[in-house]
């Protein structure tokens, strides 16, 4: 099992430019999430699909939107890149958002960069 | 949402037992207390999580007072892997929020 996998691994854009970061997990899990962090920073939570169909926003969804493609996938858009978006992203998935014992599950993350 | 207080940093020896504390004194009755680790360059890890009885599982075990409002994580014995940033979370079956956590140097 390869667990949470996320493409690409390193992005630099330029400000204004858009792009998306996919995430897939083969867990069988019907949660998935998207976190940022910040330097020095703990993660924050930018969106979540608590099941396939659903996403809700989380603490710092601004300048985001997210698909959850199929129970599978869920990725992440940036539509006009801004250096305040420069971070590290995380995708996570769990078997039931909710549940006070959801374990969430990490990818290794994307590393942005905007200039 | 109820907060966790964690040390910056912490020194450890390797295969020596570390106890990495949390305080939440405003923790909630359906507060589960959490706990997750970050490795270097890597995304978190799940470690342990319990409600009132203390826990043990392969990785670790978790203290929790009996007032709730403080807990302890154990590593019996650190090894150079362990070093990483450890998260303590209060969660509620909403969202995991990530304070600042501890970072866990080992030393050889």
């Known amino acids: 099992n390869a667990g949470v996998t996320q493409t690409p691994k390193f992005q630099v854009l330029k400000t204004g430019q858009s792009m998306t970061l996919q995430c897939a997990q083969d867990m069988n899990h019907n949660s998935m999430y998207w976190y940022r962090q910040d330097p020095g920073m703990g993660l924050r939570l930018i969106y979540y699909s608590a099941s396939e169909g659903t996403t809700d926003k989380g603490e710092v969804p601004n300048g985001y939107n997210v698909s959850r493609l199929n129970k599978r996938e869920f990725s992440l858009r940036l539509e006009s890149a801004a250096p305040s978006q420069t971070s590290v992203y995380f995708c996570?998935?769990?078997?039931?958002?909710?549940?006070?014992?959801?374990?969430?599950?990490f990818g290794p993350g994307t590393r942005l960069t905007v200039l | 949402d109820a907060k966790t207080t964690q040390p910056n940093s912490m020194e450890s020896n390797e295969e020596e037992p570390v106890h990495l504390p949390c305080n939440h004194s405003?923790?909630?009755?359906?507060?589960?207390i959490h706990w997750y680790r970050q490795l270097p360059s890597q995304g978190p890890e799940y470690v342990i999580h319990g409600l009132t009885s203390n826990v043990n599982n392969r990785m670790a075990s978790l203290a929790i007072a009996e007032d709730r409002k403080s807990s302890t994580l154990i590593l019996h014995r650190a090894t150079l892997r362990d070093a990483a940033v450890y998260y303590c979370i209060l969660y509620a079956g909403n969202m995991l929020t990530f304070g600042g956590g501890t970072r866990l140097m080992v030393k050889p």
């Open positions: 996570a998935s769990s078997d039931q958002a909710g549940q006070y014992t959801d374990t969430q599950y």
């Open positions: 405003t923790i909630s009755g359906t507060d589960y």
